[in-house]
């Protein structure tokens, strides 16, 4: 079983709606949690990093929310643009343990005009 | 703007043979990183190198080495290709350790290498 797990793994969306994507991890205790953004074809690009301690940080329309009790993040995306298309991936720092990150295997959310 | 790139953004290769994927960053950063990434699978860690000569296994190393001469270029090798090395690769840099006070640095990706092995 994966430690970090996403959902939904795809999710199709009108430009200009909201949308919200989860993940949940079961790496404990961990250091911080990521999110990046994948386009096709491309590296991954690194969107926010919170540490255990953090509840929510943002980058312009990116939001991004931990619950550490409940071992859950979400990725909030606001008035959704058609370059939003791409693989958002969920990534958990295991520092006390392997000191590896650790990769969820992503949603791929796309975008339609 | 931090770059990293890699020498080939497709590749195929014949089963057995040597390849070499070239990883290069230019911001001067200490840590740098091979992963492999395939469908239904995250990001998978083959290396990592924290120090120039210097590497460390990550967790899927069997059937590659790595090279790092020169503090911005970090090489992979595939000393004989198989064909369950088909993948894309993915090469990342950091300046700093990935943990710290305010979150640790973060990791940026080269563009990757899809590589075939036939």
């Known amino acids: 079983k994966n430690q970090v797990e996403q959902s939904p793994q795809s999710l199709i969306i009108l430009e200009g709606k909201n949308c919200t994507l989860q993940?949940?991890?079961?790496?404990?205790?961990?250091?911080?949690l990521r999110w990046y953004k994948q386009d096709t074809g491309r590296g991954p690009v690194s969107l926010t990093i919170m540490t255990f301690s953090e509840n929510t940080k943002s980058n312009g329309r990116y939001t991004a929310t931990l619950d550490a009790d409940t071992k859950q993040s979400s990725l909030h995306i606001t008035a959704s643009q058609l370059s939003d298309s791409a693989s958002y991936i969920c990534v958990v720092l295991d520092h006390y343990n392997t000191d590896k990150l650790i990769f969820g295997t992503g949603t791929r959310l796309q975008v339609f005009p | 703007d931090v770059k990293v790139t890699q020498s080939s953004r497709y590749l195929v290769k014949r089963t057995g043979e040597k390849v070499f994927l070239e990883c290069v960053q230019d911001m001067d950063h200490e840590n740098m990183f091979w992963y492999r990434q395939d469908p239904g699978l995250g990001l998978r860690l083959i290396y990592f190198?924290?120090?120039?000569?210097?590497?460390e296994k990550g967790d899927i190393p069997e059937g590659y080495s790595v090279s790092r001469e020169k503090k911005e270029r970090f090489s992979l090798i595939l000393e004989s290709a198989s064909t369950n090395q088909t993948s894309m690769y993915l090469c990342?840099?950091?300046?700093?350790?990935?943990?710290?006070?305010?979150?640790?640095?973060?990791?940026?990706f080269g563009p990757g290498t899809r590589l075939t092995v036939l």
């Open positions: 993940c949940n991890y079961t790496v404990s205790p961990f250091s911080n």
């Open positions: 990342a840099s950091s300046s700093e350790g990935l943990a710290g006070p305010h979150g640790g640095d973060t990791q940026y």
């Open positions: 190198s924290y120090d120039v000569k210097m590497k």
